[in-house]
């Protein structure tokens, strides 16, 4: 059964910083991309970052370019979302998904989904 399990979530004021953390089981990870999505209330769930299966090729929004940063641990089975000068806009639930193709903004490339963490930003 593959599980994708996120953690790191929290709130912070606008300016300060998270890291996320999405660790999986249940797969051969680094056989996977990896995506981070986020979804606020009222919208669409968006696409924020990707790394391809040995982190080689990243992909971002442009909404967080320059502020977060996507990485992958294949020994450990996690992808991280690094989030730096957040801002009152980042706030939603963030949640991570495995694809077998590095297709980063499509929704349906990815298979398996985790059950997300919040993040809330303060202004």
């Known amino acids: 059964q593959v599980q994708l399990v996120e953690s790191g979530g929290g709130l912070v004021q606008a300016g300060g910083s998270l890291r996320l953390s999405c660790a999986a089981s249940g797969l051969t990870f680094s056989s996977y991309a990896m995506g981070w999505f986020r979804q606020a209330p009222g919208k669409e769930r968006e696409f924020v970052a990707a790394i391809n299966w040995n982190g080689g090729n990243t992909y971002y929004a442009d909404s967080v370019k320059g502020r977060f940063t996507i990485s992958r641990d294949n020994a450990k089975n996690t992808v991280y979302l690094q989030m730096n000068n957040l801002k009152p806009e980042d706030t939603a639930v963030y949640y991570c998904?495995?694809?077998?193709?590095?297709?980063?903004?499509?929704?349906?490339?990815?298979?398996?989904w985790g059950q997300g963490t919040q993040v809330t930003v303060s202004s």
């Open positions: 998904a495995a694809g077998w193709r590095f297709i980063p903004t499509i929704l349906n490339e990815y298979r398996y």
